[in-house]
């Protein structure tokens, strides 16, 4: 069992940055493969970013390349999004997500993710 806890979310002018963490319970996160999703007002929930069990292979919608990276410290049990050049458009509930599956298989879809934190909500003003 995997318990996951975003934080680091909040309101930030647009070209802003912020750095969200999500930190994770249990011995097997190394194990996990990663990913962020959010989900804007009357929009479905959407991955954002992902990352492989080492860190050494990485995912990013095409709305957020450039922008965004993402990162983990398996010795911190802990995944990391940094957001930069923040836009209104990325306002959202950020969600992280752990997979217990080895392989990057349907990675964009929820239904491909075990384990679940609460979100973070960020919102970019104008």
């Known amino acids: 069992q995997v318990q996951l806890a975003e934080s680091g979310g909040g309101l930030v002018q647009a070209g802003g940055s912020l750095r969200l963490s999500c930190a994770a319970s249990g011995r097997t996160f190394s194990r996990n493969f990663m990913g962020w999703f959010r989900q804007g007002p009357g929009k479905e929930r959407e991955i954002v970013a992902a990352i492989s069990r080492s860190g050494s292979s990485t995912y990013y919608a095409d709305s957020v390349k450039g922008r965004f990276t993402i990162s983990r410290d398996n010795a911190k049990n802990t995944v990391y999004l940094q957001m930069n050049s923040l836009k209104p458009e990325d306002t959202a509930v950020y969600y992280c997500?752990?997979?217990?599956?080895?392989?990057?298989?349907?990675?964009?879809?929820?239904?491909?993710?075990?384990?679940w934190g609460q979100g973070t909500q960020v919102t970019v003003s104008s």
């Open positions: 997500a752990a997979r217990k599956a080895t392989d990057w298989g349907t990675f964009r879809k929820n239904d491909a993710y075990d384990y």
